[in-house]
């Protein structure tokens, strides 16, 4: 079965870069795309962009440039995804579902809290 | 982007109930519309994508309709499994965009 395992929470410093991974298993990781999602309670849910395994190709929400670069390791059937200069505003769950025009597997979300 | 504007923020109904929820889009979006379930502390679920195509293991009591702007979700004979929190969203445009939510709980 479609299984996306991401890493654990994170506490970062405000000014810092974190890297979130997820490990997709149960179907073949070049055959779909790969979303990045950030939810927060204010904000809601909020596309941040998404990757092509096979080609590395992204494409961003104009809201996230600068901000997430998504890249995959084909050999591990890993996604990541880099947050940069780390704010208070970064705080949020994020989510890597994949794609298949709507998102039809997600995974189980990661934690990221930014705090001196 | 194509803003989704999700009614009622918040639900309350009783079990074998009948609940329908509505996501109106700013635009067209062509049936390019999902619905997810998200229980507290966990990852959203996809149950109906293409606006009425029931995503696999989801229940027969959900089912989804519309077309153009305006879409809802309607959920048969309520149960207790149901309480959640329910979210649309447009992927018929870059960048994909989600409603606000609507919270069901049971009365």
């Known amino acids: 079965q479609v299984q996306l395992q991401q890493s654990g929470a994170e506490l970062v410093k405000p000014g810092t870069s974190v890297k979130l991974s997820c490990k997709a298993s149960?179907?073949?990781?070049?055959?779909?795309?790969m979303n990045w999602i950030k939810q927060t309670t204010g904000q809601g849910l909020e596309w941040i962009g998404i990757?092509?395994?096979?080609?590395?190709?992204?494409s961003y929400n104009v809201k996230f440039k600068g901000k997430a670069t998504l890249t995959v390791d084909k050999s591990s059937s890993t996604a990541f995804m880099q947050l940069s200069s780390l704010t208070p505003e970064d705080s949020a769950v994020y989510y890597c579902?994949?794609?298949?025009?709507?998102?039809?597997?997600w995974g189980q979300g990661v934690m990221v809290t930014v705090s001196s | 982007d194509i803003q989704m504007t999700q009614s009622p923020a918040s639900l309350s109904a009783s079990l074998g109930e009948t609940v329908t929820i509505e996501c109106r889009a700013s635009e067209d979006i062509y049936n390019g519309l999902a619905w997810y379930q998200q229980k507290p502390g966990k990852s959203p679920q996809l149950l109906i994508y293409?606006?009425?195509s029931l995503h696999t293991g989801v229940p027969s009591r959900f089912s989804g309709s519309g077309s153009g702007t305006q879409y809802s979700l309607k959920i048969n004979s309520l149960q207790s499994e149901d309480v959640a929190s329910y979210f649309c969203q447009q992927y018929y445009n870059y960048p994909p965009t989600f409603g606000s939510g609507t919270k069901l709980e049971i009365k």
């Open positions: 579902a994949r794609d298949y025009g709507s998102f039809d597997y």
């Open positions: 149960g179907y073949t990781f070049t055959s779909n795309h």
């Open positions: 293409n606006a009425n």
């Open positions: 990757i092509n395994p096979g080609s590395g190709g992204t």
